[in-house]
């Protein structure tokens, strides 16, 4: 630094000229780096595609890759907090650090975050693109999601394993990988009110159970009474915690060459079952009507007083699997007595000539998302499954507008009833990927966004599908070896009811 109390007049304005002729040679190089840019009345195409999203406050940096031609590529991003950043992306791939996100979404509720792109192209011209918006909700999401990872075949079950995933940032941990305990199969995670503390899962093989969770305690239980023909699955806990439902189901594969769907999974025979985490005893979920039905996908109201589930005439072997469709139905319970009313018709999917699979209900009671397809109950390996909305106080049923023309199947609610997290095929049509939506009412529904990653490539690249995404309100402090240990105890037998 100059001390311009020991320089005399003309040195002080020697170096004043100097500073000036920096100061406009500087200002002269920017105007010239820019001079030459062309604007273009679009926006660019970025993959994954986050215009116009909207997204919580408590989301990983967004990072993308820009999918226009350029050698190099200035981001200029602002938030309505009066934050800026920019960077340069000379390979096109935009990753914004930790911190700098952070500033952007810090109190920006209910603002918004503007990205605006420049290309520069071998003649060394600038490109100009309209600026991309991303809409800042309210309400934030829960801090971690839960899923299944897994190659997207019938077969391969060579490398299972289920993920814990921070929303909040990259960070993710495996819960289990089947590696680790002979390579059996592990499979329906269902949480208590998505409580990372209070939670099941399914092993399949020779370490098989149902593994009970509660704090750092894990159970292996054997829920298959002599009283059932199969085991217990599609789990969903009672909100208070002492029940959970099942179904039990009679599953069977069929493989044949209609075009897009090589693989039909379908019952021979479901039916509910409920089982006391206290007592530990199986009560079947008993049907007065004289009809045979299967039933399957139950799912708890969250007061607790309904039991909704998917239900259809019992399958006669040697008929057409493509004529089964399952209604959406449901009976009310008595958690005094922990007994059951007569059925009640929720959605006639028959009489449309569709299917309905994974009914669930936002945790404010307000509405029901459900799978909607041509047939069967296994959605997943259909193409044209959608997911529908009904609201649960005036009846109405909507097709979403997050749906693609490709597969939309497993579906879970936050905490908060504000966020949808759900497995789309919509990149490739055969791997799954975790998108969520906004749910900030019926008519209003904001557009999907798949789950971020540091590298915004990674889908691409990535071979394996995510199963059965769940929205988790904290981290699981507990690991492979956890259950590795669990796995090597004796399973605790659960008690029939005699009948």
């Known amino acids: 630094m100059y001390d311009i109390s020991t320089m005399k007049p003309k040195r002080i304005l020697f170096y004043a000229l100097i500073l000036l002729l920096e100061i406009f040679f500087l200002s002269s190089c920017i105007t010239h780096h820019f001079e030459n840019t062309l604007k273009l009345d679009r926006e660019p195409t970025i993959e994954p595609d986050y215009s116009r999203v909207t997204i919580p406050g408590n989301i990983a940096p967004m990072n993308f890759i820009i999918k226009e031609d350029g050698i190099s590529y200035r981001i200029n991003a602002s938030s309505s907090n009066g934050s800026h950043l920019s960077l340069n992306a000379a390979n096109g791939i935009v990753r914004f650090t930790k911190k700098s ?14 990205i605006e792109v420049l290309s520069k192209s071998q003649e060394k011209e600038w490109v100009k693109y309209n600026p991309i918006h991303l809409h800042v909700a309210n309400e934030p999401i829960d801090p971690y999601l839960c899923y299944r990872l897994l190659y997207p075949g019938y077969e391969a079950w060579a490398q299972i394993s289920i ?36 939670f099941l899962l399914h092993i399949r093989g020779s370490m098989g ?36 439902a099942f179904s039990s189901n009679n599953v069977k594969q069929s493989f044949h060459a209609i075009h897009d769907k090589n693989i039909e999974v379908f019952d021979l025979a479901s039916s509910l079952i409920l089982y006391d985490t206290r007592n530990n005893t199986m009560l079947p979920v008993k049907e007065k009507d004289t009809i045979k039905y299967m039933e399957t996908f139950p799912e708890w109201s969250p007061d607790g007083n309904y039991l909704y589930y998917c239900r259809t005439k019992q399958f ?37 000539d569709k299917s309905v699979s994974f009914p669930r209900i936002s945790p404010d009671g307000n509405y029901l998302v459900f799978t909607l397809h041509d047939y069967g109950t296994f959605s997943i390996w259909h193409r044209e499954a959608d997911l529908f909305l009904l609201d649960l106080q005036t009846g109405k049923i909507k097709h ?11 579906h879970s609610w936050s905490s908060n009833s ?82």
């Open 316 to 352: 006669v072997e040697g008929s057409d699997f493509k004529d089964v469709k399952y209604d959406l139905v449901r009976k009310a319970f008595d958690q005094a007595s922990a007994t059951f009313g007569k059925t009640e018709l929720v959605f006639d999917a028959f009489a449309i």
């Open 101 to 114: 996100w952070l500033k952007l979404l810090e109190n920006n509720q209910g603002g918004e975050i503007v």
């Open 418 to 499: 504000k966020w949808l997290v759900f497995s789309s095929k919509r990149g490739d049509g055969l791997t799954a990927r975790p998108y969520f939506a906004y749910i900030h009412s019926a008519d209003s529904i904001g557009k999907p966004f798949v789950l971020p990653q540091k590298d915004p490539s990674l889908y691409k690249k990535m071979l394996k599908t995510y199963n059965k995404p769940e929205f988790v309100t904290g981290k699981i402090y507990l690991g492979p070896r956890d259950f590795l240990r669990a796995a090597k105890k004796e399973p605790i037998k659960a008690i029939g009811n005699g009948n």
């Open 209 to 244: 159970g149902t593994y009970f969770v509660e704090g750092s305690e894990i159970t292996r239980t054997d829920l298959k009474t002599e009283e059932m023909t199969s085991g217990a699955v599609y789990p969903t806990w009672h909100p208070g915690g002492k029940y959970v």
């Open 163 to 198: 993920i814990q995933r921070s929303i909040e940032d990259f960070n993710e941990a495996s819960l289990i990988e089947n590696q680790m305990i002979d390579k059996n199969c592990v499979n329906c995670h269902s949480f208590n009110q998505n409580n990372p503390e209070k």
């Open 400 to 410: 979403m507008s997050i749906n693609s023309d490709e597969t939309e199947s497993y």
